[in-house]
């Protein structure tokens, strides 16, 4: 086991240098110019040099690659070409919020996804099993923004339970957190729901049953933990994006955190600010992939030994 | 329909009697199984054989009351005097791994791979015992060294991946035996294993249902296995039993033409080398069942009256009948 653990943080940290090549070649090289968009459009090439020369922009781009990568092993993750305060700063300043916002999202979608996952397949093709999936069809197409506008508008306007929006708290946590476990849950309820219906098909639930377990026990004791292995996954996965930001639910619930950042750094040609919040993206998602790999060691006996 | 004594359902440990079995396949139902009889006394073993898809598995997971919905089921299995179609879940649930124990085909498909040996044999102690999970352990540990399986401490901690075919299909038969059940149902328990642990296994099965005189239905499409393991035999063609009786009279004697067949298929292992014969044809699918005698569209006696009605089972000597019309008015 700590061999193998060994070896996946070799690969991720193989990988997170890949992704943080192909992102620094994407940003820096492909849309040509920061300089000029630092200088604004009026100014002198003179100026426009100038500013060139000051951010190593005319050095070759694997020379900046190595540049950017020394300053990021000291912590620097360059200085916003807009605001010109540190990258680093702005990322930290997010993290909090982030933080609270994405695992408030993610316990709400486990929450209700996981229980209706398994509700539906248990009562597979009944009545309640159509409705709950239709239910959960629209759930999937509804928009985001616009279910947080509705929830918003009930709960916190007409209904004053919940406040309108801002960062601070549980109370602030709620409406956006359910919000995003409506539309996410769907997800995790059909995930769980077709791989609960394959295990129930498998010899060793047969096994279960014939030794007398009541159908409560087959459900929980021998279909569930089997099931749950590919949940695991999307879960993993699915908290590590949503710790780089979530964008709509951000916007609508005006929260400030990382995808906010990310957001208006895109809209301002941040390249710093976007260059930096893209490498937190995959620093969480390989993270989670590790997180994951181990969990499955624990959930799954037959991948410790290989 | 041939009759039965009454008085033999108190000394059977099972006595199926006209067991039907449909399937709803688009819709419309479909008979597996069509009036099945059969019996097993205390401390015997019962052969079942047929080819693949002859409703074997069907019938026994119908006793165990483990077939999916919607599939019907109706005829009497009658267990230690109890119809078992009459029980109700809760109560099926008492007869399941404890009065009744069942393995199956598939030892490598068969065991939860998410739990431990030991936790898989404590269950059924569990449910059926009550014991603690520490007495549970220690009588899995005992069922492990029962069953013949070495390092049985250490077993008992290891996963089901951890152990080959063989080993696990011993583990189902510590599961299965845990509670002293006074039947044990064995689905084709050898066909996915070697020859050589083939007989060790019939072997284990034999001897522990001995030691607790549990009776055994055994199921097979080998009727070399059924020679070996076997008191009675009942052959099963196309959801009917086409032939019955002791396994010495239906070697001598075999009298229906499908048990020939099958007879003429396994490989002898005395005289000269013969070639085997397979019955040419396959099994009639669900939707696709002959009327009259089921056996005719392969049978190379069959006549005229085959096709048009279906012979009943026609008693051939003393506790030895077969469905067919060659063996009407006896022999
Ligand atoms: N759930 C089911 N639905 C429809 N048909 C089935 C089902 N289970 C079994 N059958 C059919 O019933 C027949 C008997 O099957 P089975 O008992 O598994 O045969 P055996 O065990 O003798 O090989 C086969 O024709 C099979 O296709
Ligand atoms: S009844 Fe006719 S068709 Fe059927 S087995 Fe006997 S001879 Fe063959
Ligand atoms: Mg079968």
Redo the contacts between chains.
């Keep these: 086991m700590g061999a193998y653990i060994i070896r996946r943080i070799g690969q991720a940290i193989i990988v997170l240098i890949g992704i943080s090549i192909i992102a620094f070649l994407l940003l820096y090289a492909v849309p040509a110019d920061p300089a000029r968009i630092i200088a604004g459009p009026h100014a002198t090439p003179d100026v426009v040099n100038q500013i060139r020369i000051n951010l190593g922009l005319n050095l070759p781009i694997w020379e900046q690659y190595l540049k950017y990568m020394g300053n990021l092993l000291h912590g620097n993750l360059g200085t916003s070409y807009i605001f010109h305060t540190s990258v680093m700063s702005q990322i930290s300043s997010r993290m909090g919020p982030t933080a609270e916002l994405a695992l408030g999202c993610w316990i709400m979608e486990l929450i209700i996804g996981i229980p209706l996952g398994i509700y539906t397949a248990r009562h597979a093709n009944k009545v309640r099993d159509v409705v709950i999936s239709a239910l959960a069809l629209i759930g999937i197409s509804l928009p985001v923004y616009w279910l947080g506008l509705l929830l918003l508008f009930a709960f916190g306007f007409k209904i004053q339970i919940f406040p309108l929006g801002g960062t601070g708290g549980i109370y602030y946590l709620i409406l956006p957190s359910i919000t995003y476990g409506i539309t996410g849950a769907a997800y995790y309820m059909r995930l769980l729901k077709s791989t609960m219906l394959d295990v129930m098909n498998?010899?060793?639930v047969?096994?279960?049953?014939?030794?007398?377990?009541?159908e409560r026990r087959v459900i929980y004791?021998?279909v569930l933990?089997?099931a749950l292995i590919p949940v695991i996954t999307f879960a993993g996965i699915d908290i590590g994006t949503l710790l780089a930001g979530v964008v709509l639910i951000e916007e609508t619930f005006n929260w400030n955190g990382m995808g906010m950042l990310a957001y208006q750094a895109i809209g301002n040609q941040d390249i710093p600010v976007i260059m930096g919040t893209v490498l937190l993206l995959a620093v969480f998602v390989v993270l989670f992939n590790l997180i994951v790999d181990i969990v499955y060691g624990f959930?799954?006996?037959?991948i410790r030994?290989d | 329909m041939s009759k039965v004594l009454e008085s033999t359902d108190l000394q059977n440990v099972l006595e199926v009697k006209d067991l039907q079995i449909e399937f709803k396949v688009d819709e419309q139902y479909y008979k597996a199984v069509h009036g099945v009889n059969f019996h097993i006394a205390p401390g015997e073993t019962l052969g079942l054989v047929g080819e693949s898809g002859c409703g074997k598995s069907v019938t026994s997971m119908s006793i165990m009351r483990l077939l999916k919905d919607p599939t019907k089921v109706s005829g009497q299995i009658i267990y230690q005097g109890r119809d078992l179609l009459k029980l109700t879940e809760n109560q099926m649930r008492q007869v399941r791994g404890n009065e009744i124990g069942m393995i199956f085909q598939e030892p490598m498909t068969s065991l939860n791979p998410v739990h431990k040996i030991g936790r898989q044999i404590g269950e059924t102690l569990l449910l059926h015992r009550g014991m603690s999970a520490s007495r549970a352990r220690k009588e899995s540990i005992e069922m492990l060294k029962r069953v013949g399986i070495p390092r049985a401490e250490q077993i008992v901690d290891e996963y089901p991946h951890q152990l080959s075919g063989g080993m696990r299909q011993r583990v189902m038969i510590a599961i299965a035996m845990a509670c002293n059940p006074s039947l044990l149902i064995a689905d084709e328990p050898t066909t996915a294993l070697d020859v050589t642990i083939q007989a060790q296994i019939l072997e284990l099965m034999k001897q522990l249902a001995k030691e607790n005189g549990t009776s055994i239905l055994l199921i097979t499409h080998d009727l070399g296995v059924v020679a070996e393991t076997c008191d009675r035999v009942a052959v099963m063609y196309a959801g009917r039993i086409v032939e019955e009786g002791s396994v010495r009279k239906i070697f001598k004697n075999p009298q229906h033409p499908y048990t020939r067949g099958l007879l003429n298929s396994i490989p002898k292992l005395t005289g000269e080398r013969k070639r085997l014969e397979p019955i040419e044809g396959n099994v009639p699918s669900l939707r696709n069942m002959p009327d009259g005698c089921r056996f005719a569209p392969r049978c190379p006696f069959a006549m005229d009256k085959c096709v048009a009605h279906n012979p009943e089972l026609f008693e051939v000597e003393d506790g030895h009948r077969s469905r067919c019309f060659l063996q009407e008015g006896g022999q």
């Design positions: 498998q010899d060793y047969r096994t279960a049953r014939a030794k007398g377990a009541s004791r021998h933990r089997n959930v799954d006996p037959r030994y």
